[in-house]
């Protein structure tokens, strides 16, 4: 036996004998890293997703307990998966089930058996009308260097409140990370570049602070303003979307997407995908941003909800009429039958949230024969705010007077009242949580 092999055998032999850990071995075993999590995903009264992101793992343990019934836990493990693991990066999702509502539990979480992390999460309350809340953004820049970091409406504040706000959940709205220009050449590129999002320290109170649901919008689909025919990486957007978030579906069978539904107490959540059917745009033909078997699904879902209030979330605007930038009115045939949709069917409740816009407004529809609609737009959580869009939206009718705001921002909706007298407040909050507008709407408002 060569010299260098008989002094490691004869290294490995004492580590044993001495009941060591063998250094060997431990060179070529690079430890376990929490990178970010654990974060709550899709989350009810009894039933609650986790996801987290780990680097070097070979094992994922996660214990949750109620203090006084500590020999009592629930207890998930996964191994996590080598085949969408790249350098080492492993996002991971654990679901558990049978859960107390409205309960705060303990959790313990493990690497290769060691505790990593401890803290807390929370289940919901059980199905009624009791009162809650919820918040809402979009356009989350992550700056990379210090130029990118100085430009107007880099913040790392609007996370910092949000955090803070006391929400029942949150909802983003799309932009949720920037791809850089070429990463969608690449799958290891636009994997990387969530585990950079994902690095970025500044948001993990947020992530970790409720239970998190989100769609897409171009930034984080691919290109600028891109759709399903000018991105051949969609799929490896799809895939990766799937990956970092915790959702509770992804699209149906017969249509492949980011959207989706959850109800809430007597609210109901209609989440839409923007990009992954979305037709190249032309304004006199009978294009769609969602695609055939969307709206149907929407269209079914809606007619069939008995929700207080349904909120339909878009990453784009949905009302908006004049504008340079994207929206629901690029297709105007499908904006009209979503509006006839509305009033034929009688569909009470109703209020529309998106993002993409770069600054916040609030729209309002009037409808002669039907209850007034609303439109709210929430948008940057981080990203620039000065220069960009702010002039293309100067023709609309429909903008509310004196509820633009250009600087970064999140909204906060607040759904309050006895079960048959339901109210819902919309706060629109600076980036230290501060409210810049409100408005709000009983659900007589909304009804006929």
């Known amino acids: 036996m060569p010299a260098q092999l008989q002094k490691t055998a004869l290294l490995c032999l004492l580590c044993c004998m001495a009941g060591l850990p063998c250094t060997v071995v431990a060179q070529k075993t690079q430890q376990p890293k929490l990178i970010c999590g654990p974060m709550q995903g899709h989350t009810t009264h009894s039933e609650m997703n986790i996801w987290l992101l780990c680097k070097h793992a070979q094992l994922v343990e996660m214990e949750l307990y109620l203090p006084q019934q500590e020999n009592l836990n629930l207890s998930q ?3 996590p998966d080598t085949a969408v693991a790249l350098g080492g ?36 309350q059980p199905p009624g ?14 700056p ?3 130029w990118e970091d100085i430009q107007p409406g880099i913040t790392n504040a609007t996370y910092r409140s949000a955090a803070k706000s006391g929400a029942d959940f949150m909802i983003w709205l799309g932009d949720d990370l920037y791809f850089r220009n ?15 999002m994902r690095s970025f320290k500044p948001i993990h109170p947020l ?40 959702n509770p579906a992804y ?16 609210a109901e959540f209609f989440l839409l995908d923007d990009r992954y059917n979305k037709d190249m745009p032309h304004q006199h033909t009978n294009g769609s941003m969602f695609g055939a078997e969307q709206w149907n699904w929407l269209a079914e879902q809606l007619q069939n909800s008995s929700a207080t209030f349904k909120f339909v979330v878009c990453g784009v605007q949905m009302l908006i009429e004049n504008s340079g930038a994207e929206g629901l009115k690029e297709f105007p045939a499908e904006q009209q039958r979503f509006l006839d949709m509305l009033e034929e069917k009688q569909i009470k409740g109703v209020v529309l949230l998106s993002g993409d816009r770069h600054f916040a407004e609030l729209y309002h529809f009037p409808r002669p024969q039907s209850y007034d609609l609303y439109e709210v737009t929430t948008s940057p ?15 609309t009718q429909r903008a509310v007077p004196k509820t633009k705001w250009k600087k970064p921002n999140f909204a906060r909706f607040n759904i309050t009242g006895s079960p048959n007298n339901r109210i819902c407040t919309i706060y629109l909050c600076n980036k230290k949580g501060k409210t810049v507008w409100q408005k709000s709407w009983t659900q007589t408002d909304l009804g006929y």
């Open 89 to 124: 990066y492993a996002p991971v999702q654990l679901r558990f089930e049978g859960l107390l509502p409205d309960t705060v539990y303990q959790y313990r979480l493990l690497l290769n058996k060691e505790v990593v992390k401890k803290g807390t999460v929370r289940t919901l």
């Open 251 to 266: 699209g149906i069978p017969a249509a492949p997407g980011v959207f989706y539904n959850f109800k809430y107490q007597d």
């Open 129 to 142: 009308a009791a009162n809650f809340s919820f918040i809402a953004g979009s356009c989350a820049w992550m």
């Open 144 to 146: 990379l260097s210090f």
């Open 77 to 79: 493990t996964v191994i």
């Open 182 to 196: 070429g990463d969608w050449n690449s799958y290891a590129a636009m994997f990387a570049r969530y585990v950079t």
């Open 381 to 395: 959580l981080s990203a620039i705010t000065t220069g960009i869009l702010l002039s293309t939206s100067k023709g």
């Open 207 to 246: 992530l970790e602070a409720m239970p998190q649901y989100a769609i897409w919008d171009d930034h984080d689909f691919g290109p600028n303003n891109s759709n399903s025919a000018n991105n051949p990486a969609k799929d490896w957007a799809l895939q990766l979307f799937k990956l970092f978030w915790a």
